[in-house]
Every structure is written in C-alpha cells, then in structure tokens.
C-alpha cells in the first residue's frame, strides 16, 4: 500500500469503528483472489454479486445480499427471470435524467422497488454525446485527446467526495444496505463501473475486505465489459461517427487513476477514509457496525 492510501486509514478509531481498514499483516492476506460471481444477461454485461470476497479476519461478504451493475434498461424477458431468482428487494440507479432518456428506465421483475438516486456524472454523458455527434475528428481530438479524457474522468471521481448532494446519496445507500431485514439490493448507473464501482469499493473496505481485492473488484469491470465496449467502438467507425474511437477508450475503462483521484480528494478534504464516511456520508458508528454485521458472515 503506497504512503498516500496509508493516510486514509490513520484515523485511530477506524479499524473499530469499520471492520479492519487498515491493511492486514501479509500473511493474513488471502494469496489469490476470490471468482466473480456475474449474473449473465442478455442486456447488461455487468451486472455481478459483490459477495464472496474475504475480510481481513476472515470471515467473507455474503452473497446474495448487494449486487452492483449497469444500466437495466435493456433486459430481455429471459432476463427478468433470473434477476426474479434473486429475490431483490429494490434496485437503485443512479443515472441522471439524460441518461435514463437516452437508454431507458429500468426493466425490473414484478415486485422489485425502483429507486431513482442520481449522482451526478459531471457532465460525463453530455460531454461524450457531444463528441460523438459533432462527427468531426478534429473537434473529437480536441474534446477527448492528449489525456483530457483520462482528466477528465479523474475529476469525476472528485465530485464523488467534493458534492454535497453525491456524498448524500452515497451515504443514504450505505445506510440502506446497513438497515437490519432491509432485503437484497443492487445498485447500478450506466456502465456500472465509476459511480457504482466508488459505492461497491466502498462497500467491501468498510466491511473489512483488504484495499487490493476491494480494488480488483473496482477494476473488474474492464474485464466485464471488454467485448461490449470494443462493439461500440467499432460501431462508431463504421457508422461515420469517428475516425479514431480509440479517444473513448479512457471514458469507457476503470483505471486505478480514478480512485486515486478520489481517495486523494478524501485525504484532501477529510484527512482519512473513516472521518470521510463518518463527516462526509454521514455514517455513525451503529450504522458501520450494522454493515458489517449484515454483510459479513
């Protein structure tokens, strides 16, 4: 673990207060990490369960409780079958408006509540649509190219931690999935990999999973979506829309520099993880300790 993640962690009430976020000795550490469990569907391609990972004390997140995923406005009807056998209590997106326009509301099985949480994405699909249909390779270079994308990206990961309204409607999903006989849940945006994945990497830290599998979660989502976003790619080339789809490539990825965006504007603005869940989302110590006790087993 680097010096700055180190930091995070340095609050001394932390490890009580939240599972162990601290880094475990390495011989506690699990050596290899543990499958994915992916819900395979036929109109979304990463939706997955978030249980199965092991803590540092090792016990390990259960499943079948916090699922994490894309967008659902796509799902066939064999879809809903399966997500039916999940027994899901609600489902929360946090898509903006012009999101759920463009790609639709969600298909959810009968009986599944739908929760309407958005998070704003810093003019991330505005930004892109924008890009994409100027259809000028010139502009495109300008608006995407040279890093901007990656920069780009970074500074959205910022205004999870830096905007009042995001940090509220993470904290009230963490106290969600902390609240005693409250039923399964999954929560999902777009892509289901930068707004959800800051809530699912959350998730698995403060209920003692070690940063480095909390993160091969977060970053799992490349793997999940590779072949879908290469389609897209060449989609675009073929229909005239861009000469160079390789400038989304930063937009459509996870990349390690997005975290660490974010968790440098934690140490920047709260001093550590705990002091940021506890001061910024507005977790107290009842609500870390019923996390853990729900999720971990």
């Not at 809903?80 to 929360?92: E, K, Q, T």
């Not at 490539?249 to 002091?275: F, H, N």
């Not at 107290?284 to 019923?290: K, V």
Request: proline share 4%; charged share 25%.
């Amino acid at each position: 673990m680097s010096l700055s993640r180190r930091a995070l962690l340095s609050s001394a009430g932390a490890a009580v207060a939240v599972g162990a976020l601290a880094p475990s000795p390495a011989s506690a550490r699990p050596r290899t990490a543990d499958p994915i469990r992916q819900i395979a569907l036929q109109g979304a391609v990463n939706v997955r369960d978030l249980g199965g990972r092991r803590t540092v004390d090792g016990g390990r997140v259960r499943h079948g409780l916090v699922f994490r995923g894309d967008h659902l406005g796509k799902l066939t009807d064999a879809d809903l079958v399966v997500l039916g056998g999940l027994g899901l209590a609600r489902a929360v997106d946090f898509r903006i408006p012009l999101e759920v326009a463009s790609d639709g509301a969600d298909r959810l099985p009968a009986g599944v509540t739908a929760v309407s949480r958005p998070i704003t994405d810093d003019g991330l699909y505005g930004r892109l649509q924008a890009a994409i249909g100027s259809r000028d390779p010139v502009r495109q270079e300008q608006m995407l190219g040279g890093g901007r994308a990656a920069a780009f990206m970074s500074g959205v990961y910022r205004t999870f931690v830096t905007d009042a309204a995001n940090r509220e409607a993470f904290g009230r999903t963490l106290r969600e999935l902390a609240a005693p006989g409250s039923g399964p849940v999954l929560h999902h945006c777009t892509s289901g990999k930068d707004r959800t994945g800051w809530t699912s990497w959350l998730v698995l830290r403060l209920v003692g999973v070690p940063e480095r599998l909390a993160t091969e979660d977060y970053l799992a989502s490349n793997a999940f979506r590779a072949a879908h976003d290469a389609r897209v790619r060449e989609g675009l080339r073929q229909a005239g829309l861009m000469q160079d789809p390789g400038l989304i490539v930063p937009l459509q990825e996870v990349r390690t520099e997005y975290l660490d965006a974010a968790l440098a504007e934690v140490r920047a603005g709260y001093g550590s993880l705990y002091r940021y869940v506890t001061a910024g989302l507005g977790l107290d110590l009842r609500t870390l300790a019923g996390l853990r006790e729900r999720l971990v087993g």
